[in-house]
């Protein structure tokens, strides 16, 4: 089929894409060119791999690289089966208010979410012999995933005949059974998609994580962050473009299952 | 005949109104039984509550003599041909006629896939996803999914009303030829006079809830019990409260046979259908009437004056 248009609209159109593109991604493109140059400072001097020596040898930042995975691994499982598991009750028996006050969540301000976060952690350590730790880090991160996953997972849901199940417990299965054989495989890809979207959310964070981390669980953002303010260090240049490049194909993959 | 299936004055109440009200029902073994009625009649609610998928507000449902209305779905031998089918889209043809046997751990699973298989027609679609598959045979899929599980009553969700016209006749002949193969009881429910006249063995209308009259075919089309009953089964032509089928309805210009009970008339209309022809006229005394007369007899154009007549034999009377 032929799409509707104007002839003489398509260059004007695309330019004003290119356009478009540049502005919202010039930034990332001139941070990973500088992340392979020689100097230090902003001034081209020719292509190196030092910074990302440099990175690659840093104990600090591997370590941090090693904890945010590890939470955004745990975060990662639990808020995808809590979520998966809320998407579908939502989906057998609409809440608009318990769904609503999910997405709440959403629209907190991060600030706010942290903050709370560490007053309720204070308030319950009164009760448990606990501290500030890795522990805190990926329930705060549980906590603020699991509305991306419903989200996701919802979207999938709707597409859903909701008659398979009654059809699957006519053939002799039970509800276990029926979500299982029936309701996961058909949502699978949303799963998948809400798990990355979930991992990638968590990896990311920083506000909340500051807020509740202790003092051996700092994350990559964090140190990145520490990093960036004790002055102009290309081999966060380098780190940066490393998680955009990594993030940026988990998102491709994340959006090509949401199609499937 | 023994009974298979037993509704004992079954109600089904929702928030806003009554679905099903007070309705009783005995299916015999291997019977081929029907609910008719219009949309919202609540023969579907009925055949949901036989499958599990609704609790009736009040009532008891009997299968083999055993209450099952407080059994879940999987908990009863009963198994729902869907009206959109609900095939698995995941799984293959193989897999879905599988899944009931696999759920119940049973044995044999491959040779019983392949008799089904054979009795719906469908061997050698059996890798084959529903996608892949025409209307009719996703239908055949779906039938063939809870024949497999020998249930001692089928329930059929108007199988036919998404499938082509063309098709459905077709269908129709073959869906009673399994029945009448395997023996298995059939509760059908349709909005359509002609396929539940054609098919059942006995039949059941419906409306507003309630369950009208059963009886055969023969019976609920010659001796209807209430004007609902008469017209859903078919056109009929009220005169002077009685009713009369447009096929015993006659159209003579000449005089009408003795007995029978006579009125003049004048040609409105004369239509020709194919198979015969309808001949619409007023009579004098005020309602128009059709007569379905044979195309091989004496044709009428409009204004003509006639008689129309009909044998009291043939007149539908109420209580």
Redesign the interface.
């Known amino acids: 089929m032929k799409k509707p248009g104007v002839k003489w609209l398509a260059a004007p159109l695309a330019i004003y894409a290119v356009l478009a593109y540049l502005f919202l991604h010039l930034p990332l493109l001139i941070l990973s060119g500088f992340s392979f140059n020689e100097s230090r400072f902003t001034v081209w001097q020719g292509f190196s791999l030092v910074w990302y020596r440099a990175a690659f040898q840093n104990q600090q930042l591997k370590e941090a690289a090693w904890n945010s995975l590890i939470i955004a691994i745990f975060a990662t499982v639990a808020a995808t089966i809590i979520g998966t598991l809320c998407a579908y009750g939502f989906w057998k028996r609409s809440s608009p208010v318990l769904a609503g006050s999910l997405y709440m969540s959403l629209v907190t301000p991060e600030i706010v979410s942290g903050i709370s976060l560490l007053a309720f952690y204070q308030w319950i350590f009164r009760f448990l012999r606990v501290q500030l730790g890795m522990h805190t880090v990926i329930l705060a991160h549980v906590s603020f995933s699991i509305a991306y996953v419903v989200i996701v997972v919802m979207a999938r849901l709707r597409t859903v005949d909701a008659q398979l199940e009654e059809a699957a417990l006519d053939l002799g299965a039970n509800e276990w059974e029926a979500f299982r054989y029936v309701t996961l495989p058909a949502i699978l890809p949303g799963v998948i998609a809400a798990a990355l979207l979930a991992f990638t959310v968590s990896f990311d964070d920083y506000v909340i994580t500051s807020m509740v981390a202790g003092v051996d669980s700092e994350t990559l953002p964090m140190v990145i962050y520490a990093i960036a303010r004790r002055g102009v260090n290309p081999v966060v240049n380098a780190i940066s473009a490393l998680i955009v490049m990594g993030f940026g194909s988990l998102i491709l993959i994340s959006e090509r299952l949401r199609e499937t | 005949m023994e009974s298979v299936l037993e509704l004992e004055d079954i109600s089904k109440d929702y928030p806003a109104h009554r679905a099903v009200n007070a309705v009783s029902l005995d299916v015999g073994r291997g019977e081929f039984f029907s609910l008719l009625g219009p949309s919202g009649c609540g023969k579907t609610t009925t055949l949901r509550m036989v499958?599990?998928?609704e609790d009736p507000t009040t009532g008891q449902i009997r299968l083999n003599g055993a209450r099952i209305h407080h059994l879940?779905?999987?908990q009863r031998n009963v198994?729902?041909v869907?009206q959109?089918y609900?095939?698995?889209?995941?799984l293959t043809v193989q897999q879905n006629i599988e899944?009931?046997l696999r759920?119940?751990a049973e044995n044999h699973i491959d040779q019983r896939v392949r008799q089904v298989l054979e009795l719906v027609q469908l061997t050698g679609k059996e890798s084959r996803y529903p996608s892949q598959l025409s209307g009719g045979e996703r239908q055949r899929v779906a039938l063939a999914?809870?024949l497999v599980?020998e249930p001692d009553v089928l329930l059929l969700d108007e199988p036919l009303s998404a499938l082509d016209p063309n098709l459905r006749k077709q269908v129709r002949a073959e869906l009673k030829n399994i029945q009448r193969q395997t023996g298995i009881t059939f509760l059908f429910v349709t909005h359509d006079q002609e396929e539940a006249l054609s098919l059942s063995d006995r039949l059941g209308v419906m409306s507003g809830g309630e369950l009208q009259q059963v009886g055969t075919p023969e019976d609920l089309y010659l001796r209807p019990r209430t004007r609902f009953v008469a017209s859903f089964l078919g056109l009929v032509n009220w005169i002077d409260g009685v009713g009369v089928r447009p096929e015993a309805t006659r159209v003579t210009k000449g005089p009408a046979e003795t007995g029978a009970r006579s009125m003049p008339a004048r040609v409105v209309q004369s239509t020709f259908l194919g198979n015969c022809v309808h001949v619409e006229a007023r009579m004098d005394a005020g309602p128009t009437v059709v007569a379905e007369v044979s195309r091989l007899g004496e044709s009428f154009s409009e204004g003509e004056t006639v008689d129309v007549w009909w044998q009291p034999d043939d007149e539908l009377t109420f209580e």
């Open positions: 499958a599990g998928f879940k779905p999987y198994s729902t869907f959109n609900a095939l698995f889209p995941h899944f009931g759920r119940r999914r809870s599980l």
